[in-house]
């Protein structure tokens, strides 16, 4: 059973930036990715990479976010730029699947408040 931990989540104002990465304890083969549920709304696909590099990214966060990954680390990142307080969520990390089929494993989640 693979493990996903996130970290660098918090709190920003609107405008600003942060990191979040998210560390595998295993070789994760296929894709990773990254999701969030703000409160009320359904959990969306923020953006996911396959082990190659093509990535894949939700309508609301193109030209902000972005994906990256390091296989040799079986770590991935998401770089968010230009945080506006509706990306504010609980971000979960996934991987060991695709987005089409689903994802096997689940990080517990890391919260991103962007103060407006």
């Known amino acids: 059973q693979v493990q996903l931990v996130e970290s660098g989540g918090g709190l920003v104002q609107a405008g600003g930036s942060l990191r979040l990465s998210c560390a595998a304890s295993?070789?994760?083969?296929?894709?990773m990715g990254w999701y969030r549920r703000a409160p009320g709304k359904q959990r969306e696909l923020v953006a996911a990479?396959?082990?190659?590099?093509?990535?894949n990214y939700g309508d609301s966060v193109k030209g902000r976010f972005t994906i990256s990954r390091d296989n040799a680390k079986n770590t991935v990142y998401l770089q968010m730029n230009s945080l506006k307080p509706e990306d504010t969520a609980v971000y979960y990390c996934?991987?060991?699947?695709?987005?089409?089929?689903?994802?096997?494993?689940w990080g517990r989640g890391t919260q991103v408040t962007v103060s407006s």
């Open positions: 990479i396959t082990r190659g590099g093509s990535t």
């Open positions: 295993g070789n994760i083969r296929n894709a």
């Open positions: 996934a991987g060991g699947g695709t987005i089409v089929t689903g994802f096997l494993y």
